[in-house]
């Protein structure tokens, strides 16, 4: 007897909502109402957004565009099923690994999107890169290494050991502003809508304004080189190589709050996208993740036997790059070490970044990591 058959549709949903894609495969072969019961729009529709949240504005067009609309089978239903595939090959550690070389001597940078690459080099320039590993553009500009970028859909910036920060469009990729004032090199920029915020290895922070190129703000109270830098939903937060974490009034110019553990320098830091969580890295070979708002450190996460240089999060996962030339991805709710990767690059890592679809990283041996966990599946199912 079916008796499932013969529930409210509205229970028989909840029920199939507990399944993941491979159980309603096998629960769609049990019989024709089944089947149709598994096809339903709203059971996948409610699995994508228990597991996922609401569809990105770059997906609610994919989905317009699909017979159907927004609520049917023809987006939920693969878009559910590709992410169950990815999910599983995270799980497994299963990726497909492409290396890319092009830069002339040590990548001390790397950003990406689902269009492009984007490094910074020694060799003083900026290149962009398809995802294939091809060169697609060369900036240059800079009269030192370029330590550190960041763009969005309208500009991009750098920072260079020549002390200054250029502002680029991305539309025309010609030089907007110049951004001349600290004392040594810019080791970290940070990218808003308004402002760009710098720091360097004279241990002041500034803040500039993006319409203009007008310097609002410098930022002084840490003792050492400031290596990194976050701003997020108004969220600023830098790393000094003094082993201080401090937020700062970006109208004041005041420290709000110092984050206190690490026991040395600090290398690198990354707040999540709603800047709740903070993770810090550095050179006592800890990754600490803290509760921004409390400045109380949540949990550290052990395993690297080198300086963690760089860092990055995404959804529930942390990854970290270190000069012990290996990457590893934690579990950003229990800081359990999920995987560590290592063969890949013959020296320190200099920066890692990735997308819950891709870990990209670069190195002092001159090359980019791209290691896919999505290939074969379709991209604008991942888009942000």
Same mark, same amino acid.
Request: aromatic share 10%.
């Given at each position: 007897?079916?008796?499932?058959?013969?529930?409210?549709?509205?229970?028989?949903?909840?029920?199939?909502?507990?399944?993941?894609?491979?159980?309603?495969?096998?629960?769609?072969?049990?019989?024709?109402?089944?089947?149709?019961?598994?096809?339903?729009?709203?059971?996948?529709?409610?699995?994508?957004?228990?597991?996922?949240?609401?569809?990105?504005?770059?997906?609610?067009?994919?989905?317009?565009?699909?017979?159907?609309?927004?609520?049917?089978?023809?987006?939920?239903?693969?878009?559910?099923?590709?992410?169950?595939?990815?999910?599983?090959?995270?799980?497994?550690?299963?990726?497909?690994?492409?290396?890319?070389?092009?830069?002339?001597?040590?990548?001390?940078?790397?950003?990406?999107?689902?269009?492009?690459?984007?490094?910074?080099?020694?060799?003083?320039?900026?290149?962009?890169?398809?995802?294939?590993?091809?060169?697609?553009?060369?900036?240059?500009?800079?009269?030192?290494?370029?330590?550190?970028?960041?763009?969005?859909?309208?500009? +991009? %910036?750098? $920072?260079?050991? @020549? /002390?200054? &920060?250029? *502002? #680029?469009?991305?539309? =025309?990729? !010609?030089?907007?502003?110049?951004?001349?004032?600290?004392?040594?090199?810019?080791?970290?920029?940070?990218?808003?809508?308004?402002?760009?915020?710098?720091?360097?290895?004279?241990?002041?922070?500034?803040?500039?304004?993006?319409?203009?190129?007008?310097?609002?703000?410098?930022?002084?109270?840490?003792?050492?080189?400031?290596?990194?830098?976050?701003?997020?939903?108004?969220?600023?937060?830098?790393?000094?190589?003094?082993?201080?974490?401090?937020?700062?009034?970006?109208?004041?110019?005041?420290?709000?709050?110092?984050?206190?553990?690490?026991?040395?320098?600090?290398?690198?830091?990354?707040?999540?996208?709603?800047?709740?969580? +903070? %993770?810090? $890295?550095?050179? @006592? /070979?800890? &990754?600490? *993740? #803290?509760?921004?708002? =409390?400045? !109380?450190?949540?949990?550290?996460?052990?395993?690297?036997?080198?300086?963690?240089?760089?860092?990055?999060?995404?959804?529930?996962?942390?990854?970290?790059?270190?000069?012990?030339?290996?990457?590893?991805?934690?579990?950003?709710?229990?800081?359990?070490?999920?995987?560590?990767?290592?063969?890949?690059?013959?020296?320190?890592?200099?920066?890692?970044?990735?997308?819950?679809?891709?870990?990209?990283?670069?190195?002092?041996?001159?090359?980019?990591?791209?290691?896919?966990?999505?290939?074969?599946?379709?991209?604008?199912?991942?888009?942000?």
């Amino acid at each position: 007897m079916d008796l499932v058959s013969n529930l409210p549709l509205e229970i028989v949903l909840l029920i199939f909502q507990s399944c993941d894609p491979d159980a309603l495969r096998i629960c769609s072969y049990v019989s024709r109402a089944w089947h149709g019961l598994v096809s339903d729009p709203l059971l996948w529709k409610a699995l994508y957004e228990t597991r996922y949240g609401r569809l990105s504005p770059s997906q609610l067009q994919l989905a317009r565009g699909l017979d159907g609309g927004v609520g049917s089978n023809p987006f939920y239903k693969p878009c559910v099923q590709s992410r169950h595939v990815a999910d599983r090959r995270w799980a497994r550690g299963a990726y497909k690994a492409r290396s890319v070389l092009g830069h002339m001597d040590s990548i001390y940078c790397v950003q990406f999107d689902a269009k492009r690459i984007v490094t910074g080099s020694r060799d003083r320039t900026i290149k962009f890169w398809t995802h294939d590993g091809y060169c697609q553009r060369t900036l240059r500009a800079h009269d030192g290494s370029v330590l550190c970028v960041q763009f969005d859909d309208t500009y +991009l %910036v750098s $920072g260079s050991s @020549d /002390h200054s &920060v250029f *502002v #680029w469009c991305m539309s =025309t990729f !010609q030089v907007k502003f110049h951004l001349t004032g600290h004392g040594a090199a810019v080791l970290d920029v940070a990218l808003g809508k308004r402002h760009v915020v710098s720091c360097s290895k004279d241990a002041t922070l500034k803040i500039w304004m993006l319409k203009d190129g007008s310097l609002v703000r410098t930022l002084r109270g840490h003792r050492g080189p400031v290596n990194a830098v976050q701003f997020k939903c108004g969220v600023l937060i830098s790393a000094c190589g003094d082993g201080s974490i401090k937020r700062w009034d970006m109208h004041t110019g005041h420290v709000l709050r110092d984050y206190e553990g690490h026991t040395k320098g600090l290398a690198c830091i990354q707040l999540d996208d709603h800047a709740r969580t +903070l %993770v810090s $890295g550095g050179g @006592d /070979h800890a &990754v600490r *993740v #803290w509760d921004v708002a =409390t400045g !109380q450190c949540r949990f550290v996460c052990d395993g690297h036997t080198n300086l963690v240089r760089a860092l990055d999060i995404h959804d529930k996962y942390i990854v970290s790059g270190s000069y012990d030339r290996t990457i590893r991805v934690w579990d950003i709710h229990t800081g359990k070490c999920i995987h560590t990767f290592q063969g890949y690059h013959a020296t320190w890592v200099f920066d890692v970044q990735f997308d819950g679809r891709r870990i990209i990283s670069t190195s002092q041996d001159q090359r980019i990591m791209i290691m896919d966990f999505t290939h074969g599946l379709d991209w604008r199912f991942f888009a942000p």
